[in-house]
C-alpha cells in the first residue's frame, strides 16, 4: 500500500533522513520507533507532502506522490494526524470534524462519518458545540484522530498519540487505535513509547540517527537485545 | 424549545432591522442631498474597503496592506475608460481587473507568511504607484489623467449597490465549507493542510475575491474627482484605514466591520471641521484609548455590555 524507497530529506542544510525504507501493506498495523530526534515526524511530514523529500521515492496505492501537494495525497485516502493534536482551537468540535471530511469525495458523507466517528468517541458528541480549546488533552487527540478518519482514509499516519497524555488515557487512546484497525484500516503509528507500541502492532521499523536501524515482526524485535538495551531498559 | 423560538425571533428581528437600514439608504438620495450624501459616499466607500479587507484578512490571519494597490487601479480604470464605456461597464472591469491582478499578485506572494506577506503588500502599493508613474513619464508623457464625472445620485447607488454586493458576498463566503476552510488555515496552516484543503488555492482566490470590492470602491470614488494622478490613486492611507476600521469595529463578525468604518468616517469627518488644526491629534488619542480600551472593537464592548445586563447570557451575534 506504502512504499518509501531510498528517501532522504533534509532541513536547510541539516540532513535528517538518509536513504531510508519502509513498506506497510494493506491492513497491516506498522510502528515506526525510534529515540527523540531521530526523524519520525519528518518521514511523516515527506509522506504527506508537508515537505519535500531531497531524494527517493514513495508511493501510495500505486501513486509516485513524492513532491504531490497534502491535499492530493490526503485526497487518495492516506490520513496524517499531527503531532501534538493540532486541533483548530478556535472552532467547534462538530465543525473540526467538518473540515477533515474538506476532500469532495468525503464532503457529502460527513454526517454519516460524523455519526461514525461518535460512535468511537462519544465524548466528543457530549462536547460537539464547544469549542476544541475547552477540551482536555485526551479529548483533543481524541478530536484530531476523529477529524483524521472524518476524510474517508484507507491508511491513517498517526504521529505520537501518547504525547503528554495521563497513562490511563494513552491506554484508551491505543484500545482506540486497535479497533480501527480492526475495521479495516491500515496503520502506520509514530511512537515513542516503545513498550505498548510494540505490544499493539504487527510489525516495526526502528528509526536511528535517520537510519534504519532495525525493522521486523514486533514480537521479535520485543526479543532482540538491542531493542530491550536501548527502548525497553534491561 | 424555548431556546429556539428565542433564536428564530432574534433573528426575524436582526432581519427586520435589516430591511429597514437598507430601505432608508436606498430611498435616502429622494428625500435629502448635499452634505449627507456625501458623507454617506464616503462612509459606504470605507465600509466597502473595510468588508472587502475582511473577507481575507479577517479569518486567514494573513495582514494584507495592498488595499490601495486595488483601489488605484480601479482609479486607474475609470480614468482611462470614461466617457468610452458606461460607468456600471467601467465598474465591473475595474472588478475583474482588480480580481487578476491579485490573483497573480496572490500566486506569488501567499507562499510567504506573517509579516512577510504583510511588508510585500506594502511594498506592492509603492511599485505599482512608482511603475505608473514612470509610464506616465517615459510612455503617455503626461501627469495625471482627468476623469468624467457622474452625478452624486449615481455615485451614491452605485456605492451603495457595491456595499450590499461586498457584504452578501462576505456573509456567503463566511458561512460556505470555504469560510471555514479559510478559518482553519488562520488558525493552524499545517492542520488545515493535513485536512485535505488546498491550502494555496483557497488562499490566492479569496484574496482575488477581496480585491474585487476594492477595484470597483475605486473606479466609482475615482469619478468623484475631476483629476488623479498617482499619488492620489496610490495613496498608502486606502491601505492603513481599512485596517484600522475593522479593528476599531471588532472583527468577530462582519457588523463591527461596518460600523467601524461608520463611525471611524464619521468621528474623522467632525474632528476634521470643528477642530481643523488639531484633527490629527485628537483623532490619534481617540484611536490609542479604543485599542487601549476595547481590544475586541466597539462590538465586543457592545457585547460586554450585553451580556452583563442579561447576566452571563450570550449577546446576539
Keep these: ?234 | 424549545m424555548m431556546k429556539a423560538k428565542q433564536m428564530t425571533r432574534d433573528k426575524g428581528i436582526t432581519l427586520a432591522l435589516l430591511a429597514v437600514a437598507f430601505l432608508i439608504l436606498a430611498l435616502l438620495p429622494q428625500i435629502t442631498s448635499g452634505y449627507i450624501l456625501t458623507l454617506l459616499i464616503d462612509i459606504l466607500k470605507f465600509a466597502v474597503l473595510t468588508v472587502g479587507w475582511v473577507i481575507f484578512s479577517g479569518p486567514s490571519g494573513y495582514m494584507s496592506l495592498a488595499t490601495a494597490a486595488f483601489y488605484g487601479l480601479g482609479f486607474y480604470i475609470a480614468a482611462v475608460f470614461s466617457g468610452s464605456i458606461p460607468f456600471s461597464l467601467l465598474i465591473l472591469l475595474a472588478g475583474v481587473s482588480s480580481f487578476v491582478v491579485a490573483l497573480g499578485v496572490g500566486a506569488l506572494t501567499l507562499r510567504l507568511r506573517g509579516v512577510y506577506f504583510t511588508i510585500f503588500t506594502f511594498a506592492l502599493v509603492l511599485l505599482v504607484q512608482n511603475v505608473v508613474l514612470e509610464v506616465e513619464r517615459v510612455v503617455t508623457q503626461t501627469r495625471g489623467r482627468f476623469v468624467e464625472t457622474v452625478s452624486t445620485e449615481g455615485v451614491y447607488y452605485a456605492i451603495f449597490i457595491v456595499f450590499v454586493l461586498t457584504v452578501v458576498s462576505a456573509v456567503l463566503i463566511r458561512r460556505s465549507r470555504y469560510g471555514l476552510a479559510l478559518q482553519s488555515i488562520g488558525e493552524h496552516e499545517e492542520a488545515a493542510a493535513h485536512s485535505g484543503i488546498n491550502v494555496v488555492w483557497t488562499k490566492v482566490l479569496t484574496f482575488a475575491s477581496s480585491a474585487v470590492f476594492m477595484g470597483m470602491a475605486g473606479a466609482i470614488i475615482a469619478t468623484r474627482r475631476t483629476y488623479i494622478d498617482p499619488y492620489i490613486a496610490f495613496n498608502l492611507n486606502t491601505s492603513f484605514l481599512p485596517v484600522l476600521m475593522a479593528m476599531f469595529g471588532g472583527m468577530g463578525n462582519l457588523v463591527g466591520p461596518v460600523l467601524g468604518a461608520a463611525l471611524f468616517t464619521y468621528i474623522g469627518e467632525i474632528l476634521l471641521t470643528r477642530f481643523p488644526d488639531l484633527y490629527m491629534l485628537l483623532f490619534g488619542v481617540v484611536l490609542i484609548l479604543s485599542m487601549l480600551f476595547m481590544p475586541n472593537g466597539i462590538l465586543g464592548l457592545a457585547q460586554g455590555i450585553w451580556r452583563k445586563m442579561k447576566g452571563g447570557g450570550r449577546a446576539p451575534a
Design chain 1, 1 to 234: 500500500m506504502l512504499a518509501i524507497n531510498g528517501l532522504s530529506a533534509s532541513y536547510g542544510n541539516v540532513q535528517v533522513l538518509w536513504d531510508v525504507c519502509l513498506r506497510v501493506d494493506e491492513g497491516e498495523f506498522v510502528a515506526l520507533v525510534g529515540a527523540n530526534g531521530a526523524g519520525k515526524t519528518t518521514l511523516l511530514n515527506a509522506v504527506s507532502g508537508v515537505m519535500k523529500p531531497v531524494s527517493g521515492s514513495i508511493t501510495f496505492m500505486g501513486h509516485r506522490v513524492d513532491g504531490s501537494s497534502p491535499n492530493t495525497i490526503v485526497n487518495l485516502g492516506l490520513s496524517h494526524i499531527p503531532e501534538s493534536r493540532q486541533v483548530f482551537t478556535d472552532m467547534s468540535v462538530r465543525e473540526n470534524l467538518e473540515m477533515g471530511a474538506y476532500p469532495a469525495r468525503a464532503w457529502k458523507d460527513r454526517r454519516a462519518t460524523m455519526k461514525r466517528v461518535f460512535g468511537l468517541f462519544p465524548r466528543l458528541e457530549e462536547r460537539a458545540g464547544q469549542f476544541a480549546r475547552n477540551l482536555s488533552g485526551g479529548e483533543q487527540q481524541m478530536l484530531a484522530l476523529g477529524r483524521g478518519l472524518m476524510s474517508l482514509p484507507k491508511m491513517c499516519m498517526i504521529d505520537e498519540p501518547s504525547n503528554g497524555l495521563a497513562p490511563r488515557i494513552v491506554s484508551e487512546i491505543f484500545e482506540i487505535l486497535t479497533s480501527l484497525h480492526k475495521e479495516g484500516i491500515t496503520i502506520l503509528l509514530v511512537e515513542q513509547n516503545v513498550r505498548q507500541t510494540l505490544a499493539i502492532a504487527d510489525r516495526a521499523y526502528v528509526l536511528e540517527n535517520g537510519h534504519n536501524a532495525l525493522d521486523g515482526a514486533c514480537c521479535d524485535l520485543v526479543e532482540s537485545d538491542h531493542v530491550r538495551k536501548a527502548y525497553l531498559g534491561h
